[in-house]
Each structure stands twice: as C-alpha cells, then as structure tokens.
C-alpha cells in the first residue's frame, strides 16, 4: 500500500498537468475553430505533455520504463484527427529515443498503438452530436491495448513491464481517458453546437446561402479600405415557376441557382439569398468594368440550360441583374442603387444587366441615371458584328479567369 501512495504522490505532477490539456483544448478551440492548423499547435501541446509524462517514470530495469506518456498521445488521435496525432506521437517518439535505453522501440511501439487505437476509435464514432460516457469508456479500454508494445522485449522482461503497469498506471490510464476525454468531448460538443447555431443564423435554409445577416456580416469583414460591386438578381417572371409547377419547383430552382453562380464567382466572393428570389452577389476588390463582365456570366450561365424540377421535366429560367459599384461601408446606399438598376434592367425588357451610373446624385434619379439600354445588355454582344465582338470580349474578359467548362 505504501509503494502505491507513493507512486500515485510521484505521479500527481503528471495527472494534474493531463488535466490541463483540456482547458487548452477548450481555450484553441474557441479561439481558431477546429481548422488544421489548431489541430497541429494543440498537437504539438499534447505530444509535450507526453514528454514531460516520462519525467515521472517507474523503472523496471536497465533502460527500461513505464509512464503517462500515451495517455495524452491517445487523446491526440481521439480528438485532433490525424494532423494533429501525428505531431503528438512524432514528439513522443523523439522523446523516447532522446532518453534511449533497451526499452527504447518498445516504449515507441506503445505510443503508435495508443495513437492508432485514438485514430480508429475517433473515426467510427465521429457521427454523433455528442459522444457519451459509454463511448469514452470504449476510447479508454481500446487505448489501454497499449502495453503489448512491451512485448518487443524479452519475454520475461516484458512481463515485469506489463506487471508494473496493471495496479497503478493502467487504472490511471482509463480514469485519464473518462475524465479528461469528457471534458475535451464536452468542449467539443459545445463547439459544434455554437458552429451550426452560428451558422443556422447567417445562411439561408432552404439553399446554403448566406441571409441577409450573413451577408451584411461578410461585407464588413471585407476590406474597407478597396471598393467592390454589389450585384441584384432577380428571377425572371419566378411566379409563374411556382403557379405553373408548384413551390418545391422554385424551391429546387433557388437551390440549383446558388450551384451556377458558384462556377462564375471567385472564392471570396459573397452569395446571399436577401428574399424570395432575390439574390445578392457582392464582389470584393472588383473594378467595375470587370464587375460587368461577371454580371454578363451570371445572366450567361442561368440561360444556358433548362433547370430540372422535381416532378420532372425542365423548366429556362433567366435572371435580371442590376449592380452598383462603391465601397463596402456603404452597403445601404449599394443596395439602394443596384436595386433601382435591377428596376431599370427589368423595365427593359429582363434577361439583362444594368449598371448604376457612378455619376453623384440622389437616389430618386438613379433609375433614370442608369446606363443607357444597350451598354449593358448581354444581348449586346450578339448583335455587334463578328470582328467588334472579339475585341469587346477581349476587352472584358481580360479581367477575369476563363468561365469554368
């Protein structure tokens, strides 16, 4: 009994020093999100844990050891997928040779078992929202496998290395596992919870893309001291869509709408779905000749195929875009001339691009301010001659990446 207390007074240094890794796990989550690069640094975090583990060490003989050091290792790949698994067991592997001994490639052996039982365990129960008690007892019992890298050595000194972990640091091992692996899981969960809540908050449900909130939100974070063009499209005559084939019609069309534009748009631009068939295109940094050119493609790549409706059947749809170019704190006033150049778009006749004049004035004159009917009409480029509509098109074009096939 008295070796046992003394062992586990050796070992309090180390478990309270475990216990911390889920604060840091908590604290790096809440701060980078579960991107790759967070799982590499909390990696790096959980394999120094693991170093600093073998400093309380129970000898069994010349060279050889046991210790904590696979309980962080584990929860490395349990939690940090295989980036950050990889950096933990890496520094736990140097870690081992560092010190050296017979045991060394035993010790070793133990640490990729533990890491690979962390791995696997992590992915056959990555779907739940949240992984209960009994889960975790599972994560505990299959990391526990980890002594059997002992058996590298000679037999009989591979049974006192197993012998001296049984009493005291495989029971520490498990109970390690449960409570530090809850309260990581729990961190987790929570962040998870906060990520679709974020989420569910800023996107449209019925297609994925931003709401208006979401989208006000994104252009804020653009960078204010550049301007962009804001785009309107509109659906063209979308009433008769959902009266002639019922709502879950438009409701596929909406959804199939974001998928087009998305083959036109660079990555950061923004695609907010404002109401109804309303939809919002903000283009950061984008001049606006070649916020022109975009708009043209928009309407291009909605006309250039039938959209598939549920009940079966296709249906042409095409799209009226009104744009405004200025800077991102003035989305209200963006808004508002865009929207009285979408106006102006549609009174022309739809299927079409109009661009709000940059000329100053009040909003009232805007659509009559809007540039003249065929300047921004994508059916302009049909009707010019063959040789003027190379160069109008190399002209544009020039702006932007070739159109995906």
């Given at each position: 009994m008295t070796s046992a207390?003394?062992?586990?007074?050796?070992?309090?240094?180390?478990?309270a020093l475990l216990a911390l890794l889920a604060v840091?796990?908590?604290?790096?989550?809440?701060r980078f999100g579960p991107a790759?690069?967070?799982?590499?640094?909390?990696?790096?975090?959980?394999?120094?844990?693991?170093?600093?583990a073998m400093g309380d060490r129970i000898p069994v003989t010349e060279?050889?050891?046991?210790?904590?050091?696979?309980l962080p290792v584990a929860l490395a790949g349990a939690f940090l997928g295989l980036p950050g698994a990889s950096?933990?067991?890496?520094?736990?592997?140097?870690?081992?040779?560092?010190i050296g001994g017979s045991g060394a490639m035993a010790g070793i052996a133990s640490s990729f078992i533990a890491a690979a039982a962390g791995l696997a365990w992590d992915r056959r129960t990555r779907s739940p929202a949240r992984r209960g008690t009994p889960t975790l007892l599972g994560l505990a019992l299959a990391t526990s496998a980890h002594p059997l890298g002992a058996f590298l050595l000679p037999l009989p000194v591979a049974m006192r290395t197993v012998?001296?972990?049984i009493p005291i640091l495989l029971p520490i091992h498990i109970l390690g596992i449960l409570m530090i692996g809850c309260l990581i899981e729990r961190e987790r969960a929570s962040h998870a919870r906060e990520r679709a809540l974020r989420r569910a908050a800023e996107?449209?449900?019925?297609?994925?893309?931003?709401?208006?909130?979401?989208?006000?939100?994104?252009?804020?974070?653009?960078d204010q001291s550049q301007g962009g063009a804001l785009l309107l499209l509109d659906v063209d005559h979308f009433k008769r869509i959902n009266d002639d084939h019922g709502h879950p019609a438009g409701d596929a069309v909406l959804r199939a709408m974001g998928d087009r534009m998305a083959s036109v748009l660079r990555k950061g631009d923004l695609v907010a779905r404002l109401g109804g068939e309303e939809l919002a295109v903000f283009l950061p940094g984008q001049p606006a000749a070649a916020a022109r050119?975009?708009?043209r493609r928009l309407c291009e790549v909605v006309r250039a195929r039938p959209f598939a409706l549920p009940a079966g059947g296709t249906a042409p749809i095409t799209v009226s875009v009104g744009g405004a170019w200025g800077r991102p704190a003035s989305l209200d006033r963006l808004i508002a001339r865009a929207d009285a150049a979408l106006y102006a778009a549609k009174h022309a006749g739809r299927d079409r691009c109009r661009f709000a004049s940059d000329r100053p004035g009040p909003l009232a004159s805007i659509p009559a301010a809007t540039e003249s009917a065929c300047a921004d009409c994508v059916l302009r480029l049909t009707c010019l001659c063959d040789s003027e509509r190379d160069v109008q098109v190399e002209r544009l074009d020039h702006f932007l990446p070739s159109e995906a096939a």
């Amino acid at each position: 009994m008295t070796s046992a207390m003394d062992t586990l007074k050796d070992l309090s240094g180390t478990m309270a020093l475990l216990a911390l890794l889920a604060v840091v796990y908590g604290v790096t989550l809440r701060r980078f999100g579960p991107a790759r690069g967070a799982r590499v640094a909390l990696g790096v975090v959980f394999g120094a844990a693991a170093i600093l583990a073998m400093g309380d060490r129970i000898p069994v003989t010349e060279g050889v050891f046991v210790d904590l050091r696979n309980l962080p290792v584990a929860l490395a790949g349990a939690f940090l997928g295989l980036p950050g698994a990889s950096v933990a067991l890496a520094m736990a592997v140097a870690g081992r040779l560092g010190i050296g001994g017979s045991g060394a490639m035993a010790g070793i052996a133990s640490s990729f078992i533990a890491a690979a039982a962390g791995l696997a365990w992590d992915r056959r129960t990555r779907s739940p929202a949240r992984r209960g008690t009994p889960t975790l007892l599972g994560l505990a019992l299959a990391t526990s496998a980890h002594p059997l890298g002992a058996f590298l050595l000679p037999l009989p000194v591979a049974m006192r290395t197993v012998a001296a972990m049984i009493p005291i640091l495989l029971p520490i091992h498990i109970l390690g596992i449960l409570m530090i692996g809850c309260l990581i899981e729990r961190e987790r969960a929570s962040h998870a919870r906060e990520r679709a809540l974020r989420r569910a908050a800023e996107h449209d449900p019925l297609t994925g893309l931003l709401n208006r909130r979401g989208f006000e939100r994104g252009v804020a974070r653009c960078d204010q001291s550049q301007g962009g063009a804001l785009l309107l499209l509109d659906v063209d005559h979308f009433k008769r869509i959902n009266d002639d084939h019922g709502h879950p019609a438009g409701d596929a069309v909406l959804r199939a709408m974001g998928d087009r534009m998305a083959s036109v748009l660079r990555k950061g631009d923004l695609v907010a779905r404002l109401g109804g068939e309303e939809l919002a295109v903000f283009l950061p940094g984008q001049p606006a000749a070649a916020a022109r050119v975009v708009a043209r493609r928009l309407c291009e790549v909605v006309r250039a195929r039938p959209f598939a409706l549920p009940a079966g059947g296709t249906a042409p749809i095409t799209v009226s875009v009104g744009g405004a170019w200025g800077r991102p704190a003035s989305l209200d006033r963006l808004i508002a001339r865009a929207d009285a150049a979408l106006y102006a778009a549609k009174h022309a006749g739809r299927d079409r691009c109009r661009f709000a004049s940059d000329r100053p004035g009040p909003l009232a004159s805007i659509p009559a301010a809007t540039e003249s009917a065929c300047a921004d009409c994508v059916l302009r480029l049909t009707c010019l001659c063959d040789s003027e509509r190379d160069v109008q098109v190399e002209r544009l074009d020039h702006f932007l990446p070739s159109e995906a096939a």
